[in-house]
């Protein structure tokens, strides 16, 4: 079966420390994706690789980092410099195309700090 | 970064009911997509659009690209009680390639 999973589902940490939220794809898709998603809003872009060994920041990357060393996965670190981390994370993938624009999503990590 | 404007915010609907959506924005799009997201869940695609006037259907779902290309709609028809979620807009700017806009969502409640 073709998809994202992101693991684990749920993830408790305390605050000051420094937490990493797995996503893996097998869908052969070069580009993926971070979003942070807060009770009754939409979508944040964090930051998001178009290809191996590159990535962009998004509209939201400070406290956040990433890396891509490999197509199938973006794992992405949640710094204790990010000052409200409390937040549900997805993560999605899609071809770089400037025509199909569709991107797919994993079922997400709901991040709790205290 | 932008987001789409999208209403109703919320909406509370008996099963069997048409449904109705729809999301604006002042900047072009080349494509507009809608997504389905139930609680706990990531958002699943139901409908993807890429021409101006384009009208496509997914079973009781249908979408249109707006003709300026400046908006969308998304309607459902003889609503039932799993149609029950938040319902998000989302558009690719011209530039952009597969970077996404998304709106702040439609939540949808079906009673009996």
């Known amino acids: 079966d073709g998809g994202i999973t992101q693991s684990p589902k749920y993830l408790f940490r305390k605050e000051g420390q420094n937490v990493t939220l797995s996503c893996e794809q097998n869908?052969?898709?070069?580009?993926m994706y971070w979003y942070r998603q807060d009770p009754g809003q939409g979508l944040r872009l964090i930051y998001y690789?178009?290809?191996?060994?590159?990535?962009q920041k998004g509209d939201i990357a400070e406290g956040y980092s990433v890396s891509r060393e490999k197509k199938e996965s973006f794992p992405l670190t949640v710094t204790s410099a990010q000052k409200n981390p409390t937040a549900f994370y997805l993560c999605?993938?899609?071809?770089?195309?400037?025509?199909?624009?569709?991107?797919?999503f994993g079922p997400g990590t709901r991040l709790t700090v205290t | 970064g932008q987001q789409l404007n999208q209403s109703p915010q919320s909406m509370f609907i008996q099963e069997g009911e048409d449904v109705s959506m729809n999301c604006t924005s002042s900047?072009?799009?080349?494509?507009w997509l809608w997504y389905k997201q139930e609680p706990g869940e990531g958002p699943v695609l139901l409908i993807a659009?890429?021409?101006?006037?384009e009208l496509t259907s997914n079973g009781r779902l249908t979408a249109q690209f707006g003709i300026t290309r400046k908006d969308s709609f998304l309607n459902i028809s003889a609503s039932i009680p799993s149609d029950v979620g938040i319902y998000f807009c989302?558009?690719?700017?011209?530039?952009?390639?597969?970077?996404?806009?998304f709106g702040t969502g439609t939540r949808l409640q079906v009673t009996l």
């Open positions: 999605a993938s899609s071809t770089w195309s400037p025509l199909r624009g569709e991107q797919y």
């Open positions: 690789s178009q290809i191996v060994n590159d990535f």
């Open positions: 869908l052969n898709h070069d580009a």
């Open positions: 659009l890429y021409k101006a006037g």
């Open positions: 900047s072009i799009f080349n494509t």
């Open positions: 989302a558009g690719q700017l011209p530039g952009t390639a597969s970077k996404l806009t």
